[in-house]
């Protein structure tokens, strides 16, 4: 089975090589060096220390996997939209019935909603991908249609 594109900013896969690093050179040599000595303080089947650093070991391996198979996968995309179209990398700004908002359009991997990066896969970003400054689009939410207007993209 072939494993879809993910897409990302080139900002949004440096953060994830960065974090890869952090888990594979400081994490998992400190995560060893607990198992290690909790090891030593006698019976295993009685350590909580043990068991907690080999449990912090498998979430740790689950996410260097996690993020390699992101990586692996990364598609990354130019910020921006000079041809003033949105798409996953583009910035902007819409006026709806609460007032102006501006987004970045990012990957599943780099949302952060408090800082206005939003997936191209949600309701907002998938209804403003393809949309330039003045037209209008629907967005699909659970409490009704919500009708936003382009202000800009960039």
């Given at each position: 089975?072939?494993?879809?594109?993910?897409?990302?900013?080139?900002?949004?896969?440096?953060?994830l090589e960065?974090?890869?690093?952090?888990?594979?050179?400081?994490?998992?040599?400190?995560?060893?060096?607990?198992?290690?000595?909790?090891?030593?303080?006698?019976?295993?089947?009685?350590?909580a220390g043990?068991?907690?650093?080999?449990?912090?070991?498998?979430?740790?391996?689950?996410?260097?996997?996690?993020?390699?198979?992101?990586?692996?996968?990364?598609?990354?995309?130019?910020?921006?939209?000079?041809?003033?179209?949105?798409?996953?990398?583009?910035?902007?700004?819409?006026?709806?019935?609460?007032?102006?908002?501006?987004?970045?359009?990012?990957?599943p991997t780099?949302?952060?909603?408090?800082?206005?990066?939003?997936?191209?896969?949600?309701?907002?970003?998938?209804?403003?991908?393809?949309?330039?400054?003045?037209?209008?689009?629907?967005?699909?939410?659970?409490?009704?249609?919500?009708?936003?207007?382009?202000?800009?993209?960039?």
């Amino acid at each position: 089975m072939a494993i879809p594109p993910i897409h990302m900013t080139a900002a949004g896969k440096a953060a994830l090589e960065a974090e890869l690093h952090q888990l594979e050179k400081v994490r998992r040599p400190e995560i060893v060096a607990r198992i290690a000595s909790t090891r030593s303080e006698g019976d295993l089947s009685e350590n909580a220390g043990y068991h907690q650093a080999r449990e912090d070991q498998s979430h740790l391996e689950g996410r260097v996997n996690e993020i390699r198979a992101l990586l692996r996968n990364a598609v990354v995309v130019e910020e921006g939209a000079p041809d003033g179209v949105v798409r996953i990398g583009a910035r902007v700004t819409v006026r709806d019935s609460y007032g102006e908002t501006t987004y970045s359009i990012v990957g599943p991997t780099e949302v952060d909603p408090r800082s206005g990066r939003i997936s191209h896969q949600s309701p907002i970003g998938s209804a403003l991908l393809g949309a330039r400054a003045g037209d209008q689009v629907t967005v699909a939410t659970p409490g009704g249609e919500v009708l936003m207007k382009v202000v800009e993209v960039a």
